[in-house]
């Protein structure tokens, strides 16, 4: 694979069902992200990692989780979830963290609670 | 708080120019990006400023000014293929990147 891969593509999920969305990266980027989007408003971040092994909160952090267990996968649980969790999910990763760096994106999970 | 505003939408005839602009306030200011979005599909990088002026990449420039808050994307010799959203962000003070909604360009024959 080169680039950024997420799986799944697309989910329909039943409200309080637990979910994890998979973002995994073969570029040996240190910093991954993940946001949502939802039409008319920009890109959201959820959570975001420096580093291996470290995580921090964004915008819209709640009843979201992320870990980082390595550098190239980069998973986002959501617990129990909730209608308006109904998104596109992108994950993004770059070379460098805290500093100026091009974002590279996947290709985005669509997923649905109902 | 911190905030980019840019059109909805604009519309424009193939083989024309297109300036679509991008205005901003942020907490700190680390660089502006403009990435194109295709329905459907992923953000992929267009250009980036960080210095005051115009960079200019094939059919597309980019312009910054800072002391306005201020940037545009100048697309050339528009082809249907640009039918696309574009979106303007800022990385902040925390080098978070801060986007706007878009802006969706439609071409017409």
């Known amino acids: 694979i080169a680039g950024i891969t997420q799986a799944p593509t697309s989910q329909i999920l039943a409200a309080g069902r637990r979910m994890t969305l998979r973002c995994t990266q073969d570029?040996?980027?240190?910093?991954m992200y993940w946001y949502r989007q939802d039409l008319g408003l920009g890109l959201r971040l959820i959570h975001y990692?420096?580093?291996?092994?470290?995580?921090g909160k964004g915008e819209v952090p709640d009843g979201y989780s992320v870990s980082r267990a390595n550098t190239d996968d980069f998973p986002l649980t959501l617990a129990s979830a909730v209608p308006s969790q109904t998104s596109v999910y992108f994950c993004?990763?770059?070379?460098?963290?805290?500093?100026?760096?091009?974002?590279?994106f996947g290709p985005g999970t669509r997923l649905t609670v109902l | 708080g911190q905030n980019i505003d840019q059109p909805t939408e604009m519309t424009a005839t193939e083989g024309a120019i297109v300036q679509i602009n991008c205005t901003y306030q942020?907490?700190?200011?680390?660089?502006l990006f403009w990435y194109q979005q295709h329905a459907g599909e992923a953000p992929t990088f267009l250009s980036y400023?960080?210095l005051d002026g115009l960079e200019e990449k094939g059919r597309f420039s980019s312009f910054l000014s800072r002391s306005k808050g201020y940037s545009y994307l100048l697309l050339k010799e528009l082809q249907m293929k640009d039918s696309a959203s574009y979106l303007c962000?800022?990385?902040?003070?925390?080098?978070?990147?801060?986007w706007g909604a878009g802006t969706k360009l439609i071409i017409k024959p």
């Open positions: 993004a990763s770059s070379l460098h963290e805290k500093v100026t760096d091009t974002q590279y």
């Open positions: 570029m040996r980027h240190n910093a």
């Open positions: 990692s420096n580093t291996a092994g470290t995580t």
């Open positions: 942020t907490s700190g200011f680390n660089g």
């Open positions: 400023n960080v």
């Open positions: 962000a800022v990385m902040d003070s925390n080098y978070q990147l801060i």
